[in-house]
């Protein structure tokens, strides 16, 4: 049986505490757990929610954690530059990113704008990165989300992977964030912490859980 140290829970790599009294503990935890999500696929930050506002309605969709940069504040994801979360983006570039992973019993939840990136070096340098089967999905044949009559004509097995389709396709998005919120659920007390980039400077707060 896997022994807890006195004031560490352990999952995987993540080490983090069991009581938060200092403000910076719950921005080293976010970062902390962001970091491995960005490289470990089993852990649940790894698949976190994007939502986007196209001046009308919210839409909120599971992406895949592509990278984390807690110098700059970026999170990268992947996505087909025909989906409908384009337009949206394009209309308002907006977004929050939200996560909660039961076991940790902590709830992340990021405020930011969207950066696109298509046909630049940006996605040029992901393109590259990115594995074979995550390139795949690229090569469908049409826009995610446009009504078909019989899906099978849109499997893996009809995408032309000699053609440059996939990369014409495929869109970086870079989402910057100018507030976190962590909320850390314990019987003896919730923690809700705020941490702010807007002026430029950092600035942080408890809230009422
Ligand atoms: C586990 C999981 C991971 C996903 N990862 C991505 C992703 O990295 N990029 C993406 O565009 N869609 C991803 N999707 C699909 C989206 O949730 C969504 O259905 C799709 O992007 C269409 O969204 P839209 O119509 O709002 O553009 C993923 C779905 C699941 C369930």
């Avoid at 001046?55 to 700059?72: N, Q, W």
């Avoid at 983006?89 to 704008?113: E, N, T, W």
């Avoid at 298509?118 to 795949?136: F, I, N, P, R």
């Avoid at 976190?180 to 980039?197: D, P, Q, T, V």
């Amino acid at each position: 049986m896997i022994q807890k140290k006195p004031n560490e829970k352990s999952t995987g790599l993540l080490s983090l505490p069991e009581e938060y009294i200092e403000l910076d503990q719950t921005l080293d935890s976010a970062f902390h757990i962001l970091e491995i999500a960005s490289k470990d696929r089993h852990t649940l930050f790894h698949t976190p929610t994007l939502s986007t506002f196209d001046g009308k309605r919210v839409s909120t969709r599971t992406m895949v954690l592509r990278e984390f940069d807690p110098e700059k504040r970026l999170i990268r994801f992947h996505t087909d530059f025909r989906s409908i979360k384009l337009e949206q983006i394009k209309k308002d570039s907006h977004a929050s990113v939200h996560g909660y992973d039961p076991s940790l019993k902590i709830q992340i939840r990021f405020d930011g704008k969207i950066n696109l990136h298509h046909k630049d070096e940006v996605t040029k340098g992901s393109w590259a990165l990115s594995q074979e089967m995550s390139k795949e999905c690229y090569f469908v044949g049409g826009p995610p989300g446009t009504k078909i009559e019989d899906p099978f004509k849109y499997d893996p097995s009809t995408f032309n992977l000699e053609s440059n389709d996939g990369f014409q396709n495929f869109c970086v998005l870079v989402f910057q964030f100018e507030s976190m919120e962590f909320l850390y659920l314990k019987k003896s007390g919730h923690r809700r912490a705020i941490h702010n980039w807007t002026t430029g400077k950092h600035q942080a707060s408890w809230l009422i859980p």
